[in-house]
């Protein structure tokens, strides 16, 4: 069974730019969620969905970020316009229970230039 | 609000010994569940081991059990009989107890093993 995956694995932009992560959790799993590691700082919840619904988006920075999860499949997280402070790992990661272990995909590294 | 402690940034630990990683924590919900997991150096996070607040007994995976005090709020993981292959990140983690933040996770500082041969 094919673990989460997330694409790209790196990506480099400048400030102003927009940048689109895209997350496809384990088949099968409803529970989708989105992390963040800033260098230096402990990793940080974005949001949660189940199915195609936003759950919990009280994680989210502002409004440069908006994440989609249409079809209950995968999902994508834009930020526009990108940052410098946006710079980091962004884990996703699913789940098939609510509140049970989430499995995590590798992660995007960002770079905001 | 929920926070996790974890107070070393590093452990050292030598082939085939054990190794007790700390973690505390702090809620005033009297339900919630409690989570390890591992980072390798290629990034990816692993899930060890979880333990919920109302379980009587300490989890444990193979080589990976969880310390879980529950009056001194610490959820310390122990590995035994380390293998080089553990030198990695480890994070310990925790969830709410309910409602709409039920899967939210939150995250210590991390510590950073190391097995040496």
């Known amino acids: 069974e094919a673990g989460v995956t997330q694409f790209p694995s790196h990506s480099v932009i400048e400030k102003g730019q927009t940048v689109t992560l895209r997350c496809d959790p384990i088949?099968?799993?409803?529970?989708l969620y989105w992390y963040r590691r800033v260098m230096g700082k402990e990793i940080k919840f974005l949001l949660h969905?189940?199915?195609?619904?936003?759950?919990?988006e009280s994680g989210m920075p502002n409004n440069r970020f908006l994440a989609e999860r249409t079809g209950g499949t995968y999902s994508t997280l834009k930020v526009q316009p990108a940052e410098l402070e946006d710079s980091g790992v962004y884990f996703c990661?699913?789940?098939?229970?609510?509140?049970?272990?989430?499995?995590f995909g590798p992660g995007t590294r960002l770079t905001v230039l | 609000a929920q926070k996790i402690t974890q107070t070393q940034p590093g452990m050292f630990v030598q082939e085939k010994e054990a190794v007790t990683l700390d973690c505390t924590y702090d809620?005033?919900?009297?339900?919630?569940?409690l989570f390890w997991y591992k980072q390798p150096s290629s990034g990816e996070m692993i899930f060890l081991i979880y333990?919920?607040?109302?379980?009587?007994q300490n989890a444990t995976e193979g080589r990976y059990s969880l310390n879980f005090q529950k009056a001194r709020k610490s959820a310390n993981l122990v590995i035994s009989a380390s293998q080089l292959g553990d030198s990695a990140m480890y994070f310990c983690a925790m969830r709410p107890p309910g409602g709409t933040s039920y899967g939210k996770l939150t995250f210590g500082q991390g510590t950073i093993l190391t097995v040496h041969p």
């Open positions: 990661a699913s789940s098939q229970v609510r509140g049970l272990e989430q499995f």
């Open positions: 333990q919920g607040s109302y379980d009587q």
């Open positions: 088949s099968g799993h409803d529970n």
């Open positions: 809620t005033s919900d009297p339900s919630y569940g």
């Open positions: 969905f189940v199915k195609e619904s936003k759950q919990d």
